[in-house]
Every structure is written in C-alpha cells, then in structure tokens.
C-alpha cells in the first residue's frame, strides 16, 4: 500500500432507517423545489409504500406528478417521453421510488429535465460521460439491488444502436428506507441480492482494490451472507432487510471507487446472448470468477472466505479457497431456488454465443478486460463461459 495513491468519492448524502421516507418533504424543501415528478413504478403504487412519502409531499405544499412507466434497463425512448412529461408540467425535481432500473430511468429524466431537452442518445456517445444535473433528484430503493442512489453509474439502454450504455450521474440524496423493500417479491430479492454480492466480490478483488472500498465491501458481503436467504423466505423481517438495504448501499460504495470487472463483463456476454436477469447472472458468474482470480489476489480471496463464514484448514491451495466460497455461494442459490442457464431453457452453445464480447466488448464499463492481469484470449473466453454453464446444475 506505500507505493499506491488511490481516490474515494463520497458522491452524496444518505439518510437510512425505517420511515426516512417520511423525510422527503422536508428534504425537498430544503432544496428549494415546488413541483416534483414522482417516478415508480404501478407495483410501488399499488404496494401503499408511498402514503408516507405523499404525506410529506403534502405536508411541505410540494406539488408531484407521477411517472408510472418503468421499464428494465430504462429504455432511451422512455426516459425522451418522461422528460418531455416533466418540461411539460413545469417540474423542479425528481424522485425516484423503485428498483435499480427505475432510480437509473430517474437520473436521465432529470438531466434532460436540467438541459430542457429530450433526447438522452446526445449524452450516450459510448465510453460513459460524467453530467451533473442541476436538477435535484431524490432516489429511494425498493430493492437491495444495484446501489444506484449511492453510485454514479446509470445503466440506460440506448436503442438506437441497441446497447447498454452508462452515463455518470450521482442523486442529490439517497433516502435508504427498508419499509420500502418488504414487499419486494422473494424472485426479485434474489436476484437483486447475488447483485449485490458480485459488487462486494468485484470491489474486492478489482485491480484498482483499496483498503477504504475493501473495508466497506467486505462489511456488506457479511451481510449479505448472513441475510439473503433470509429475506428470500421471509421477506417481512424487517431486520433482515435492513442489513441487506445497508449491504446494497455499501456495496455500491466500494465499487464507485474500484469499479466492477470481468464478472460484469461477462454478465453483458450472458445477457447478449441469454437475456437472463443481471442478478441471476451474477450469482452464476462469481463462483467461477473467484477460481479464475484465486493466484492472482489470494489475500483477498481469504478475506472473502472470511467473510462469507467458509470453514478453513489453512492448508487449502488458493484455488481450494475459492472453491470452498463457490460452495457455499451455490448453496445460497439454491435456497432462493436460483435455475441453471438450462433451468433457463439455454444451452451450453448459447452461454458461448457471448465471449466475443468478453474479448472485444463494447462494454458498459467502458474498460477492456484486463482485470485478471492477463487479458483473456477468445479460448480463455470460451472456456470461462463453459466453466459457469458446467458448474451449477
Ligand atoms: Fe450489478
């Protein structure tokens, strides 16, 4: 560490605990607006997760529209159509209630609501841009997911040329209320959750690693360990979802400053080519990145071990580490009844289909895969990808 300079952002505040939504009002107040676009989606609505949040709303005479159309990877055109909603009736702020997905979809709105245009594809030219909207946006997660109202990151699919692409813009303020998240659906749950656990994983083991991101990922990958499976079968403990809220948010702290790496990657590969869930992605790639990185950050894969409660000997060589965490990763999969790529309908050829985009990309992260210390040829490509077809049935 005598020999590394590194950088920690903290990119905005965060209020946590059950209720803080009841803090909106007062919070947008403080910011001077009068008029906001409330942006969820239907379930969030019909869920009454919002009655608090409307009551404040109320109680501040802060006047909202609603937003109600949310899709995955917040589609350009939506995010054209919604701003264009938002210029229309004069809003000052946005507000974001939802997963990942929609908290992304509320960043684009409020820069094009800052810009006064519609057209988000003019901020998408490829490697992401950094814009900060004047607009203040407010995020609050129903999912302990991807950590987006505490990273710069959204992810928005650019249908123009057909790809997720990212464009860096922090919320003003992150309100991390686990009320919101009990009626999160145990599928979504677990998929957000292994999510989150890919994060921590990835922050950890990134060449651009650090001892303020590794304190803080390695904090939410306990958490995550103790409290996933939990939060899948009984998601009305609210203890157990607060821990995995804290975990989601931390988690998204330790990659802003080392970013995610090849099991990203290798997840745009397996949605190119299999169209699964991020999340479920996630949880199929990590076991195998942990064995592909075991001699090149062994220190690290020990810690993980650590965290995660893996039993050691001390005898075991590093592959055997990362060995014994796939074990209980996939033991965690099955009690959230994750499927294989098969349980998907796909076969080993379809996992396959996706490794040229390991090796050439474009990806959302901007970076080429060089993670590893070695980059990865076409064959270290195709073996990775049938390595994590083979290794859960
Ligand atoms: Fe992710």
Redesign the pocket.
């Known amino acids: 560490m005598a020999n590394t300079i590194f950088r920690y952002d903290q990119l905005n505040p965060i209020i946590f605990g059950a209720n803080a939504i009841g803090c909106v009002g007062e919070e947008l107040t403080k910011l001077g607006c009068k008029k906001l676009m409330l942006v969820c989606g239907p379930n969030v609505t019909k869920s009454g997760a919002l009655v608090k949040c409307e009551e404040s709303l109320k109680a501040e005479n802060i006047g909202y529209v609603y937003w109600n159309e949310v899709e995955p990877d917040a589609p350009s055109s939506l995010i054209n159509r919604a701003a264009k909603y938002a210029i229309d009736e004069g809003c000052d702020a946005v507000l974001g209630v939802g997963g990942?997905s929609c908290m992304d979809l509320a960043k684009g709105i409020a820069l094009l609501l800052d810009k006064k245009e519609t057209e988000i594809e003019k901020y998408m030219p490829g490697p992401p841009l950094t814009i900060q909207p004047n607009v203040p946006i407010i995020l609050a997660p129903t999912t302990s997911?991807?950590g987006s109202e505490g990273t710069q990151v959204s992810v928005i699919t650019h249908e123009g040329v057909g790809q997720k692409r990212a464009i860096f813009i922090h919320a003003t303020l992150g309100i991390i209320d686990p009320v919101l998240t009990l009626t999160c659906p145990p599928s979504v749950t677990a998929q957000a959750g292994f999510?989150?656990l890919?994060?921590c994983v990835e922050a950890i083991t990134s060449r651009d690693r650090n001892p303020h991101s590794e304190v803080i990922a390695l904090s939410a990958l306990r958490r995550v360990r103790d409290n996933l499976v939990e939060c899948y079968k009984n998601g009305s403990n609210l203890d157990a979802r607060s821990e995995m809220a804290l975990a989601s948010n931390w988690a998204g702290l330790a990659f802003v400053n080392t970013d995610?790496h090849l099991g990203?990657i290798t997840?745009d590969a397996l949605s190119a080519s299999c169209h699964t869930p991020?999340?479920i992605e996630?949880a199929w790639v990590t076991p195998v990145l942990l064995k592909l990185m075991a001699d090149y950050v062994p220190a690290e894969i020990k810690k993980i071990a650590e965290a995660m409660r893996v039993e050691l000997t001390g005898s075991e060589t590093n592959l055997e580490v990362a060995e014994k965490i796939g074990d209980v990763i996939h033991e965690m999969m099955k009690a959230c009844d994750v499927k294989s790529l098969a349980g998907y309908g796909k076969t080993r050829e379809d996992a396959l289909a996706g490794a040229n985009v390991i090796v050439e990309g474009p990806h959302l992260w901007g970076k080429c895969p060089v993670y590893v210390e070695k980059p990865l040829t076409m064959d270290d490509a195709v073996k990775f990808l049938g390595d994590i077809y083979d290794s859960y049935q």
């Open positions: 990942g997911g991807s999510d989150v890919a994060h995610v990203h997840c991020h999340g996630c």
